[in-house]
């Protein structure tokens, strides 16, 4: 088995949570797993963009965690028309 870096624990600590946290709230686990996916594809050697996603998820948690959240938002470029 691989050993994994400091930052690959946290980041897969931060998905577990995700996963608890969003059990009690239908239709969250494939968005859990879709984001989580689509950004596996980053360089292991982009560190700051992993850490900005990172601290991201976890703002991202601490809002999931509230009882009052209803669904989560995103954060997309809007597209540009020419």
Do not use: C, W
């Not at 963009?49 to 938002?73: A, F, M, P, S």
Request: charged share 35%; proline share 4%.
């Amino acid at each position: 088995m691989a050993r994994h870096s400091k930052l690959q624990k946290q980041v897969l600590s931060l998905f577990r949570q995700f996963l608890r946290a969003g059990q009690d709230k239908p239709g969250f686990l494939p968005r859990i797993r879709d984001e989580f996916r689509e950004n596996s594809s980053i360089k292991k050697t982009d560190v700051m963009h992993i850490e900005y996603l990172y601290r991201r998820g976890q703002r991202q948690l601490d809002q999931l965690k509230d009882v009052n959240t209803k669904q989560l938002g995103t954060f997309s470029k809007p597209k540009v028309e020419r």
